[in-house]
């Protein structure tokens, strides 16, 4: 009996006798993993200037997420080099942030919003916020730099607040005859550890440490959109709230697509007329201003069983986050 291979190239053979051989196209690519801008509106006049539009999307970690084929790039570390990108671009007129973003670590919302408010101070021109599903806790926290916020009515905008996960499996191991013992430096050094339950002095540092870092959560918003601590106070308690809902407390300042964050960027800017771009890496899929969010990963009709809640699975810290259960 004939191997698969064989009988396959036999076939090309035969159809190449036949006249219909198949053909293949090999086009050379460029290896270079530098970003690059891509039109994904034109701009009309000649040489138009530039809105950028730039992406707030996905969990927001100072890392590399995803597996050894499908790695994601390190959201921090993109967003800055895209910043920077039109920093040095003074055809740059204007940036657009496309939020669609639950949040994510403390360290990383901060680090992006910091990045932001030096480039506004760098280059002095007007950005927007463009919520689109999402505009949840840290990609809020993130927004809030923005000189705008326009959120689509259906958007889902706040999660003021902070959350460190932990959880004790203690009981199950005893149950199967497992007892914990962490040899320390210090009574601390294991705190919030899953192993064991929570003591109270243990909880009253962990709870002043979240305390901490949901008060410069609350400075960031007052700053950004001119709330007083009391009308804040009202707000600040980790829900979430529609775009209509946001517009009419404060939080954002228009509902609108992100066309129309694109409009309004242009008219700040003094340029409606601009040209609009994005910075991708090779490869990357574009074609219009909504090009490039991330879909939900494939899954196999198959019965998974978690041992662990999904959360368990981040990275430990603290989270400007919105995670339903």
């Known amino acids: 009996m004939l191997q698969r291979p064989v009988i396959a190239i036999l076939a090309v053979i035969v159809a190449a006798l ?12 460029s290896s270079s993993t530098a970003l690059r801008e891509e039109t994904v ?5 000649w040489s138009p200037p530039k809105i950028v539009i730039i992406e707030v999307e996905g969990l927001l970690l100072n890392a590399r997420t995803g597996g050894l084929l499908q790695p994601q790039e390190n959201a921090v570390s993109l967003f800055v080099q895209q910043l920077e990108k039109a920093a040095r671009d003074q055809s740059v007129v204007a940036v657009v942030l496309r939020v669609n973003s639950p949040g994510g ?18 280059r002095g021109i007007p950005v927007v916020a463009s919520a689109q599903d999402l505009a949840a806790s840290g990609a ?4 809030c730099a923005a000189d705008r916020i326009v959120v689509q009515p259906t958007s889902v905008v706040g999660s003021i607040g902070v959350i460190f996960n932990t959880f004790d499996i203690s ?3 005893g149950l199967i005859g497992i007892r914990s013992e962490a040899i320390k430096s210090g009574p601390f050094k294991d705190m919030a550890s899953p192993l064991r339950q929570m003591d109270p002095a243990e909880r009253k540092l962990m709870q002043e440490m979240v305390d901490e870092f949901h008060g410069r959560f609350a400075a960031v918003v007052m700053s950004g959109r001119k709330l007083d601590s009391q009308r804040l106070g009202e707000l600040a308690d980790g829900r979430i709230f529609t775009g209509e809902q946001a517009v009419k407390l404060g939080l954002a300042d228009a509902t609108g697509s992100l066309t129309d964050a694109i409009n309004l960027a242009g008219e700040l800017s003094g340029a409606p007329g601009a040209r609009v771009v994005m910075y991708r890496r090779p490869y990357g899929y574009g074609g219009s ?3 490039g969010g991330a879909a939900p990963e494939p899954r196999a009709q198959n019965v998974v069983l978690n041992l662990l809640p999904e959360r368990a699975l981040l ?10 259960p």
Request: glycine share 10%; charged share 15%; proline share 7%.
């Open 315 to 324: 990275p430990a810290g603290f989270y400007y986050l919105w995670d339903p």
């Open 289 to 291: 201003i909504y090009a």
């Open 140 to 143: 809020y926290y993130v927004s």
């Open 105 to 122: 670590t403390v360290a990383a919302s901060d680090a992006m919003y910091d990045a932001l408010l030096r480039f506004k101070s760098k």
């Open 171 to 173: 009981g199950t191991l």
């Open 18 to 29: 036949a006249g219909c051989a198949p053909s293949f196209l090999v086009t050379p690519v």
């Open 41 to 45: 509106r034109a701009g009309s006049g």
